[in-house]
């Protein structure tokens, strides 16, 4: 079976502030698929890290069509908080983040059946943080 993976990284200057989002998509062979990035605006650190998901989540299904429930994704985060509450290890206790986790979780029913989340160290994922600065520095 095909995997996908795609390094997914949100951030705020200020928490809230400025917020952005970056994601690096890797096809089956490893190589680079797409990188991807935007301004969100003012918002909280946690917001971003879920937008994020939510954004190479929708640019996964614009490229695979309906290949995507035929293929094992993988998203590697850096927020282990994130990554533990859509794999359903913790609560979601910020209000905030339900409306993020409901699209996550129709996108993986109807979408992505093989989804799974990996906690990364930030130094694995320096390049969706790059994207996601780059974001956070034009919306400036």
């Not at 905030?96 to 979408?111: T, Y």
């Amino acid at each position: 079976m095909e995997t996908w993976t795609c390094f997914t990284d949100g951030g705020a200057r200020g928490n809230p502030g400025p917020s952005g989002i970056g994601v690096v998509m890797l096809d089956p062979k490893g190589e680079v698929a797409g990188e991807f990035n935007a301004y969100l605006g003012n918002g909280t650190n946690n917001y971003a890290e879920y937008a994020a998901v939510v954004l190479a989540l929708n640019e996964l299904k614009k490229k695979l069509g309906k290949k995507t429930k035929d293929v094992a994704v993988h998203i590697k985060l850096d927020s282990e908080l994130v990554q533990k509450q859509l794999s359903g290890i913790y609560q979601i206790k910020e209000i905030s983040l339900i409306p993020q986790f409901i699209e996550i979780h129709n996108l993986r029913v109807a979408n992505f059946p093989k989804l799974t989340f990996e906690h990364i160290p930030r130094a694995k994922n320096k390049e969706a943080d790059r994207l996601a600065n780059e974001a956070m520095d034009r919306g400036n």
